[in-house]
């Protein structure tokens, strides 16, 4: 087989032909897949969860399959709908409406998903937190947004912080707790005492539904708002790339604080109406096996930083499971190594088809159909209704395998519609009506596109999207570090890791001890996921002469490659 081009697998795809599809494809006969087409009543929610508990042939399906090492249960579609609606009745009791911003900060569980669509129901806007965040990463979230509740557990509230915080009138507790104060709310016992029937608010497709914050390369992390209409594209990708069929049963192993979790860990899979499979806790490569034959999961959207550890854990471990219900695979969030791919034909005897989104796009945009030739290395293809491109610095098109900017035009239906609190930097990521990624790229003469790494400072560690500023801040706030700059540094299992230079403050000296504790400082204020794995102390951290951290430079010499242009070089 000539691995440059692994020829699609004959099979039922729900896309048989997409060259065909793209020709003739308008948004618009997607709406039909809607029950909003012909009644006008349109709530993201509605269409997720109480349009299958409406319909007599899916109300008792299972959609839910939780499973952590404590705690299996599930929750059938009339389930889920009754629970959001009681927790919809829940944020109505204490004065929710249409356009709040409700977060969410607790680990997945049945009780997530319930208050989830509870907010979605009430028309306001959700904002799930990385359950790892630190109370630093909680408090500009919540600050930024102007949240007026949180929902949490009694283990995290101490990462919650008690001031600064004007807007927060109330917090939700899911879980035992005794807290006395009238700021509190108690999940079970105001569930019980909730109606499961509510009147769904509906919505116009252009209102705001769910806040993700994301990291750019400076400034605090910003907050990406998707409105409802977002649910157009979501079903296609569904229906086209993930391929989804009733009674599929999937798994996506991403948590719903990044939008991969909430896009096709939510909406992507019971849009469709198929068995979402739930999983908490800590992951080994065993146990993502064991996830996938215990559920006899057929559809698994995960990412490469997953896939490497399985392929560490040697061949030979798949064997031991029964993996026969496992019909298709994707991978996303960073680039898909080759040699992965070639494991999966070897291992799961399948392709792994890769995907290529962000945070800010909603939705896939370029991806590996199963019904279409994978070149290992490719993201794939623009998904019909997408129209990608590579530009220069200007906008202005460059032709094939030259490398630029990969670049998107606009109107494609899941894209953000604002960042919170900022129409400036909105404004900034669109050029001559391109939405520019910041992502460096080539298109191949057959349109096939090909990532070569990011035009900015933003770090991929493990899949998750790490500002630079966002750490740099946290470190200059210990009393030993003067100034602080950092860089993503490449890893062969995380991608990059996250390496930090400092300089020190008078009276401190450098040791193993010091750096530990720094590290620690970021860890438990910041997240762990953000805390460097390497610390230096350097003299003086380069910087521009308008103050600027040079992160360029320090790259350049982390790995030892040519400086280029160093003329902004402060003295
Ligand atoms: O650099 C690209 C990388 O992840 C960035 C987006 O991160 P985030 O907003 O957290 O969303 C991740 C999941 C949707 C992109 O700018 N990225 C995403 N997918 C891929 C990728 N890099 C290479 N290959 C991909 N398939």
């Known amino acids: 087989m000539d691995m440059q081009k692994i020829p699609a697998r004959e099979g039922n795809h729900n896309l048989k032909d997409y060259q065909k599809m793209r020709e003739s494809f308008s948004w618009d006969d997607m709406k039909k897949n809607f029950s909003w087409s012909e009644t006008g009543k349109v709530n993201i929610a509605y269409e997720t969860i109480d349009r299958h508990a409406d319909n007599p042939d899916t109300k008792d399906k299972v959609a839910l399959i939780y499973s952590a090492p404590d705690r299996e249960e599930t929750r059938t579609f009339d389930e889920l709908r009754k629970e959001s609606n009681q927790f919809a009745n829940v944020l109505k009791k204490y004065g929710v409406k249409k356009g709040d911003r409700v ?141 989804l069929k009733d009674d599929d049963i999937y798994w996506c192993t991403a948590d719903p604080g990044w939008v991969t979790g909430t896009s096709y860990g939510i909406f992507g899979p019971w849009l469709k109406g198929v068995t979402n499979v739930i999983r908490g806790g800590r992951f080994t490569p065993e146990s993502w096996y064991e996830t996938l034959q215990d559920n006899k999961v057929t559809v698994w959207y995960t990412a490469p930083t997953a896939l490497r550890k399985m392929v560490s854990a040697g061949e030979n471990l798949p064997e031991k499971y029964d993996l026969s219900s496992l019909r298709h695979v994707l991978s996303v969030g960073e680039p898909l190594n080759p040699e992965v791919i070639t494991w999966g034909l070897k291992a799961l005897n399948l392709r792994i088809h890769d995907t290529w989104w962000m945070t800010e796009t909603g939705a896939m945009l370029i991806v590996n159909l199963p019904s279409e030739e994978i070149r290992p290395g490719s993201m794939g293809q623009p998904i019909p209704g997408v129209e990608a491109t590579i530009v220069d610095n200007e906008g202005n098109e460059i032709p094939p395998n030259q490398m630029g900017n990969l670049a998107i035009k606009t109107g494609w239906p899941s894209m953000m519609r604002a960042i919170w609190n900022n129409p400036s930097k909105y404004e900034s990521y669109f050029v001559n009506g391109w939405y520019v990624s910041g992502d460096s790229a080539y298109r191949d003469e057959d349109g096939y596109f090909w990532f070569q790494g990011r035009l900015d400072d933003v770090i991929n560690t493990s899949g998750e999207r790490v500002g630079p500023f966002e750490v740099e801040s946290k470190l200059i706030e210990h009393p030993a570090v003067m100034e602080a700059g950092v860089i993503g540094k490449p890893d062969p299992e995380r991608g990059e890791i996250i390496k930090a230079f400092i300089t020190l403050n008078e009276g401190y000296e450098e040791s193993p001890e010091l750096l530990e504790e720094i590290r620690q400082f970021v860890k438990t204020g910041l997240s762990a996921h953000a805390a460097p794995r390497e610390l230096e102390v350097k003299d003086a951290i380069p910087k521009t002469r308008s103050g600027k951290i040079m992160r360029r430079l320090l790259k350049s010499w982390e790995l030892g490659l040519p400086t280029g242009d160093t003329s902004t070089l402060e003295e």
Not at 189 to 202: C, G, H, Y
Not at 209 to 233: A, D, R
């Open 103 to 243: 977060f969410l900060f607790m680990p997945r569980s049945p009780e997530f998903y319930a208050a989830f669509f509870g907010i979605l129901k009430i028309g306001a806007i959700a904002g799930p937190l990385f359950e790892a965040f630190m109370e630093q990463a909680v408090r500009d979230r919540l600050q930024d947004s102007q949240a007026s509740v949180l929902v949490t557990t009694p283990e995290l509230l101490p990462r919650v912080p008690q001031d600064d915080l004007p807007d927060l009138q109330k917090i939700v507790l899911v879980g035992e707790n005794d807290e006395k104060d009238e700021k509190y709310i108690d999940y079970q016992r105001e569930m019980e005492a909730a109606s499961d029937q509510f009147d769904i608010e509906w919505v116009d497709l252009e209102d705001g539904m769910l806040l993700h914050y994301t990291s750019g390369s400076t400034g605090k992390p910003k907050g990406v708002y998707h409105v409802h209409n977002n649910m157009i594209q979501l079903y296609a990708t569904a229906d086209w790339v993930l391929d």
